[in-house]
């Protein structure tokens, strides 16, 4: 069992460009939250899927930010028209039923320049 | 909104030291409390889990306990190694359980 799989780990983009983070959750899990680390501050949540479904997304920022987690796949998060302040480390988290039995992936790191 | 402090934000103790490090969290509501270690540039791994009905979990050296009431827990570290040196997280589970609250943790140097 490989953990919670995220890629790219370093990510660089241009300002405008868009950004793609990769989430493979550990198998058998179906539950996938994304979480952001911002330079010097805490990790916030950011959202929740379930396969295929949006479950809590308040902590998403309302505009160029998005998220799936399809039926096949990855979860993906998807960042459009990037600007310094995306610059962060981004965490993925996976579980098998909700509540318990987190596991963290080792994050992409990304940085715009 | 649930807010989580951690104290101190940074230590540095010689090799051999006991050590406690402190959490507290301003809503009681929570589904369970977990104590992560974050070293530079990796990711999270996990250390301890306390349920919410729970008062403390211990793994080897490291002991964490969790007083839900006040809003507080603290983790233990008995005979403090150079390989602890590392960020500490503190972080409570929402009822719900859909996200974790993070404090801003506590960055732990132990001298040789």
């Given at each position: 069992?490989?953990?919670?799989?995220?890629?790219?780990?370093?990510?660089?983009?241009?300002?405008?460009?868009?950004?793609?983070?990769?989430?493979?959750?550990?198998?058998?899990?179906?539950?996938?939250?994304?979480?952001?680390?911002?330079?010097?501050?805490?990790l916030k949540f950011m959202v929740y899927l379930q396969?295929?479904?949006?479950?809590?997304?308040?902590?998403?920022?309302?505009?160029?930010?998005?998220?799936?987690?399809?039926?096949?796949?990855?979860?993906?998060?998807?960042?459009?028209?990037?600007?310094?302040?995306?610059?962060?480390?981004?965490?993925?988290?996976?579980?098998?039923?909700?509540?318990?039995?987190?596991?963290?992936?080792?994050?992409?790191?990304?940085?715009?320049? | 909104?649930?807010?989580?402090?951690?104290?101190?934000?940074?230590?540095?103790?010689?090799?051999?030291?006991?050590?406690?490090?402190?959490?507290?969290?301003?809503?009681?509501?929570?589904?369970?409390?977990?104590?992560?270690?974050?070293?530079?540039?990796?990711?999270?791994?996990?250390?301890?889990?306390?349920?919410?009905?729970?008062?403390?979990?211990?793994?080897?050296?490291?002991?964490?306990?969790?007083?839900?009431?006040?809003?507080?827990?603290?983790?233990?570290?008995?005979?403090?190694?150079?390989?602890?040196?590392?960020?500490?997280?503190?972080?409570?589970?929402?009822?719900?359980g859909n996200q974790f609250y993070f404090g801003t943790?506590?960055?732990?140097?132990?001298?040789?």
């Open positions: 069992n490989a953990g919670v799989m995220q890629n790219p780990r370093h990510l660089v983009r241009r300002r405008g460009q868009e950004a793609r983070l990769r989430c493979s959750p550990m198998k058998g899990h179906s539950h996938v939250y994304w979480y952001r680390q911002l330079p010097e501050e805490g396969k295929e479904n949006i479950i809590d997304e308040s902590g998403m920022p309302k505009e160029r930010f998005s998220a799936e987690f399809p039926k096949e796949g990855p979860s993906i998060l998807r960042i459009q028209q990037v600007v310094r302040g995306d610059s962060a480390a981004y965490f993925c988290a996976s579980s098998p039923r909700g509540q318990e039995g987190y596991t963290f992936g080792s994050g992409t790191r990304l940085t715009v320049v | 909104k649930q807010e989580v402090t951690q104290i101190p934000a940074a230590l540095s103790v010689p090799e051999g030291e006991n050590l406690v490090l402190n959490c507290s969290f301003t809503d009681s509501a929570i589904y369970n409390l977990q104590w992560f270690r974050q070293d530079p540039g990796k990711g999270l791994t996990s250390l301890l889990l306390i349920q919410s009905s729970q008062r403390e979990q211990t793994s080897g050296r490291l002991n964490a306990s969790l007083d839900k009431s006040s809003g507080r827990s603290t983790l233990y570290i008995a005979a403090s190694q150079p390989g602890d040196s590392a960020t500490y997280l503190c972080a409570v589970l929402s009822n719900t943790g506590t960055s732990l140097t132990v001298i040789p």
